[in-house]
């Protein structure tokens, strides 16, 4: 059975994400409108939609990037227009773009995201935090050198450095070989077994399918289905069916 | 604490890439010198009018340079993929700020050593005497410059036509620091007969207080959505 986007408001009495109507524009566009939901804590959801359907910006809002035009998000009962600070200490954020220094290595990358996380940087952890991404024999390579695919691993890795309650995917299995989406799929399943809640946003629906519990559908701004795997595909035959 | 070592991070980071890049330190010393140039030119060999100008002269060049540096404040950010995503680490924003003021005091400093020694020969003045006061002089005209230019960069960093907003919002909030540094190396160099420098350089600490006060406090502001 399908759950309405409207269920998604009453159901557990502290989740970890609590949006209520919320709506962001940019000029005369809205990116998003009267978007409510929420996500459990240590739950997994998973974002689709196609291009320009707010997946994104949604993220940037509970990121605290971007200010609700309209409406507002809880974050572990933090306004994200208000209590931004708070949110930030818990939440950590996968980019599409990248936020890295090409002229820096990446050992250096993960030293400087260490010390602006309060983390006094270990070298030992530094490596570690390499290590599981793969990238221990780049540790001394400039950036501007990394493949794409090598730039989301240290993206990863820097992800990895402190604890999080909240961990915000966008595309996180783009640009990632066979070995990369399974890395990707082993931190993420890191993260649910230290009871960290993740939302990702993603266009590969097959490998989201996998570590989602929830899938929330949207499309030009609008929340359209909030649903777990077995539902979506259920719906997804019942249409190809009806179309047959 | 958690501020001294964010703002160590952001200062050191910087730093590090302008150390490896070399982009803009070296173009900043030579655009100094340049200019220099051009006014030793344009004014002609008259030595006295040159000792007369100088301290306007070198203030000047300073503020033409200095405005490069400022430009590039928050390049290394727009170029990793956007100064936003530098609030996404906990804690204080602030630490952006002072980080960024502290980078661009030290390329400012860095740009002076070398701009006060090719003033006083091509102006024909003989600085040396007056190396400490000159020293006292810059230091506060720079913190000055760049604690009100950082502000300002970072007020323009989503401008588009930003390269034009920055030098005409951040002269005329300079005005009262160029011209007490103006003056009081004026004084220093020239002589002071009148008992005046201690009156600008009073103004210039003055300058460096309380706008350090009020951009440290308000610059979080300048960085929301």
Redesign the interface.
Known sequence: MTTSPADGHASSPSPAIRARDLSRRFGHRWALREVSLEVKLGETLALFGPNGAGKTTLLRVFATLLRPTLGDAEIFGHSVRRETAAIRARTGLLTATGFLYDDLTALENLRFASLMSGIRPQPAHLETSLARVGLSEAAGMRVRAFSTGMRRRLELARLLLRPLDLVLLDEPFISLDSDGVELVTRVLGKFREAGATVVLASHQHADAYKAADRIALLRNGRLEALETPAEARARLETLATSRR | M?LA??T???F??DL??EL??KQGLNAMVFFAALVLFLFSFAIGPDAALLRQLAGGLIWVGIAFTGTLSLGRTFQ?EE????L????????EIRAIYLGKVLGNLTVLLAVEAVLFPAAGVLFQLDLWPHAPGLIGIAVLGSIGFSVIGTFYAALTVHLRARELMLPLLVFPALVPLLLAAVNATGALVLGDAMGRMAGWVRLLVAFDIIFFVVCTWIFPVVL??
């Open positions: 958690d070592i964010r160590w991070a952001i050191w980071k590090l890439i490896r890049t290394t170029l990793a993929g956007g936003q995503y530098l609030q996404l680490y906990p804690g929301e959505d």
